[in-house]
């Protein structure tokens, strides 16, 4: 069995009984809508949100309109969650069911929504793959929103070490080529009522200038 099988187990069976009782469900999305308005994100713009399994940011996507919404995801069983919920509108959907880290992209995106994927890369191997295929994704002028464990945020998640940062220490581990554009500390408050400290913070690709800052 593959890494990214042994993935795809491991949070289908998180998923199994539907999602709604993990620590990270929202019943609405606010903190990342409210960074879709701050980067002035429009409803005809290709979005993809990576790691979007059973959230439901595309219900709220839907409903304001938004034409060209993909959600990514390793696990068929979070998707199919989000598929179930919002019914007849799932076929308005581009459904990727991929590793992330594998996945090769065949488009690219105007917003890439990324909510506790990043934090859980430890490695730096991990996040370079992460940030090729954010690449490939993406051209300039495209914005990036991360919603990431905070500084005092959780070492951990469902058994899984995690990374945490602040807007500053996540714009660089991302690279000069992104131009911090705006940013927010949120608690989440969790199901069973714990409070888990997250830094949001959205990013512009700029034209011109690579990873390492270099003028191309």
Known sequence: MSAGDDLAEYWNRAYAFGGMDRSWYQLVPVPSLAMLTAVGADIGDTLIDVGGGASTLVDALLDRGFRDVTVLDVSDEAMGVAQVR?????GRVAWICADLLTWRPTRRYRIWHDRAVFHFLTTGESRERYLEVLRAATAPDSVAIFGCFALDGPQSCSGL???RYDAGGLGHVIGAEWE?????????VSPAGAVQPFTWAAFRRREGVSQQGWVV
């Not at 919002?86 to 799932?90: H, P």
Request: aromatic fraction near 0%; avoid cysteine; charged fraction near 25%.
């Open 86 to 90: 919002i019914g007849s509108q799932e």
């Open 180 to 188: 911090l554009i705006t940013q927010d500390e949120v608690d989440h």
């Open 161 to 163: 070490p995690t990374a």
